[in-house]
């Protein structure tokens, strides 16, 4: 059973920051691009940044130049720095394949609140 398991989740002021990982299984992470989305109440999950598998990287509109995503090879793991956080981040934060999803992690929770 492929598993994706998110971590680094929690709460935080305006303005402020975390980092996120995300362990996948090898099978997955080396084959294919691996993305980061976020689901807050009431929306649909979104996709708000991804990185190819030589390190292309792609983000949102509503993120970039606050978000860097990175691939960790030798952990098989992809991080999310989140920087200068908003309260419209708070979400639960997955990671997945867009091309070759599998089941869904529990996620992280993120809150961004003052």
């Known amino acids: 059973q492929v598993q994706l398991v998110e971590s680094g989740g929690g709460l935080v002021q305006p303005g402020g920051s975390l980092r996120l990982s995300c362990a996948a299984p090898g099978s997955i992470f080396s084959t294919y691009t691996m993305a980061w989305y976020r ?21 949102a509109a509503s993120v970039k130049g606050r978000f860097t995503v990175s691939r960790d090879n030798a952990r098989n ?10 309260p419209e981040d708070t979400a639960v934060y997955y990671c997945n ?11 992280t929770q993120v809150t961004v609140s003052s």
Do not use: C, D, F
Request: aromatic content about 8%.
């Open 39 to 59: 689901q807050a109440p009431g929306l649909q999950r979104e996709l708000v940044a991804q990185t190819t598998t030589n390190g292309n990287t792609y983000y």
């Open 77 to 86: 793991t992809v991080h999310l720095q989140m920087n200068s956080l908003k």
């Open 97 to 107: 394949a867009p091309s070759h999803i599998v089941r869904w992690g529990q996620g």
